[in-house]
């Protein structure tokens, strides 16, 4: 295919733009790591904490494909790989220094994994600036790279080693794959084959980044084979297609889900943990479960919980339902304009700019906002609890939790920009062909 010269100079400016982002957010994140690192950020300390600790500890001790019954094995062998190349695998942890020296060496590890979980959130941009290509065009796929790179929270939180990068970079290529799977024609099976293939692979890895990831790759796949219904384009290879695409993401994850399964008896083991997590800070000081004073301590504490007893058995139906609903609301709206911090006012553009995302792209684009909500509903059930902290002025949960808003409050900004243009475009024609 030949592109007349005025388009390649498009997408030359298109791309060196990208580019500029990207080193714009390179230099937001290494500046923040660097202040975290050297102790100037209040609240913040170099030692790795948290989440981000125990993937150190087992991305110390356990050998690839990082397989344990703690956490996914995605960030261990990510943090795995970065140790062997990059950091040392002697300097052991923390609780095991010491002296000063043995100390730093532990520290210097955990800078290091600072530094590479940019890459993390580098790859979660170029996803975003991908998918936002397709249902955007040019110029909305920019100002999505941009809100993505100027985000207070994002930068923040893509130097912590943490896994949310990771799972927005899976889910947004999942995603892609479905809309471009979405526009080709049934005769083209090889692509569709091949873009099926993709959209697996980039499903397994977000379960395999977080578990919860299969009931999302499912229900993504879902939505999409119920968009192509309701937009009357659904063909007889849909039928098997869309089937298929969802067995290759539990096939794929299966040899984690079998590992699992023969260690503890539960294919599914490290979502107990945080079931049985959200259940001390739900019932603390209930009758029958433990006290505040208790969870404070030790969030793990008390007898074991699986995911579906806390969801199902400690709960009714409608509580289920409108924890759900008042979760996504929550989601969207409260915790989404904490996460824009000082660009609060874009929460305002989203209604609007999804709107026009639906009015340009039609069905394209009322899956890419059904994605937006599949996205955080794994997360909507714990949006509207309060945590057991010493401070009972801090509400909510730690807003990690709703990060999934912004991808797609951003593609969804970047769908409206596009339909903008795409407006004003179509105006200029219209009226020079009057003239």
């Known amino acids: 295919m030949k592109w007349p010269p005025s388009e390649k100079a498009r997408w030359i400016s298109t791309l060196a733009a990208f580019a500029l982002l990207l080193a714009l957010a390179t230099m937001r994140r290494l500046e923040i790591a660097e202040a975290v690192i050297a102790g100037e950020i209040e609240g913040a300390t170099a030692e790795l904490s948290g ?123 999942l995603v892609a794959a479905l809309v471009v799977l979405f526009r080709l024609p049934p005769e083209k099976r090889r692509a569709r084959l091949l873009l099926a293939a993709a959209a ?31 937009s009357k384009r659904f063909v007889r290879s849909d039928a098997w297609l869309a089937p298929g695409i969802v067995a290759g993401v539990w096939l794929l994850a299966s040899p984690y889900l079998i590992f699992n399964a023969a260690k503890t008896g539960s294919p599914l083991h490290p979502m107990r943990n945080h079931a049985q997590f959200w259940r001390n800070h739900e019932f603390a000081g209930q009758p029958g ?24 058995g400690l709960h009714s139906l409608p509580e289920v339902a409108g924890r759900y609903v008042s979760g996504l609301w929550a989601g969207y709206t409260r915790y989404l304009s904490r996460l824009l911090a000082d660009r609060a006012w874009l929460a305002w553009l989203v209604p609007l700019a999804a709107a026009g995302l639906v009015w340009r792209r039609r069905w394209e684009g009322a899956f890419a906002i059904g994605a937006g909500l599949v996205a955080l ?15 009972p002025n801090l509400r909510g949960v730690e807003p990690r939790f709703a990060l999934p808003t912004l991808p797609f409050a951003f593609l969804w900004i970047a769908g409206g920009v596009g339909a903008a243009a795409h407006w004003f475009a179509s105006r200029r024609e219209a009226d020079a062909a009057k003239a």
Not at 71 to 95: F, T
Not at 377 to 391: M, N, Q, R
Request: net charge negative; proline share 4%; aromatic share 10%.
């Open 200 to 230: 697996a692979v980039a499903g397994s890895q977000l379960a395999l980044t977080r578990l919860e990831g299969l009931g999302t790759a499912t229900l993504l796949v879902g939505l999409w084979a119920a968009t192509r219904w309701a």
């Open 289 to 312: 479960f433990a006290t505040r004073a208790e969870v404070v301590a030790n969030s793990y504490c008390g007898p074991p919980e699986t995911p579906f007893h806390y969801v199902f």
């Open 51 to 173: 989440d981000a600790a125990s993937y150190y500890r087992l991305a110390m001790r356990t050998p690839l494909p990082g397989y344990s019954t703690e956490r996914e094995p995605v960030i261990v062998a990510d943090g795995r790989i970065a140790l062997v190349v990059a950091g040392d695998l002697d300097a052991g942890l923390m609780e095991e220094a010491r002296d000063e020296a043995a100390r730093k060496r532990v520290l210097a590890n955990h800078a290091m994994l600072r530094r590479w979980s940019i890459v993390h959130s580098l790859m979660a941009m170029g996803a975003l600036f991908g998918c936002a290509l397709l249902v955007a065009g040019r110029c909305g796929a920019l100002v999505a790279s941009l809100l993505w790179a100027d985000n207070l929270w994002l930068s923040h939180y893509g130097v912590g080693f943490l896994r949310e990068d990771i799972a927005a970079a899976c889910t947004l290529g």
């Open 377 to 391: 509903l794994p997360f909507a059930f714990i949006l509207t609890l309060d945590t057991v902290l010493p401070d």
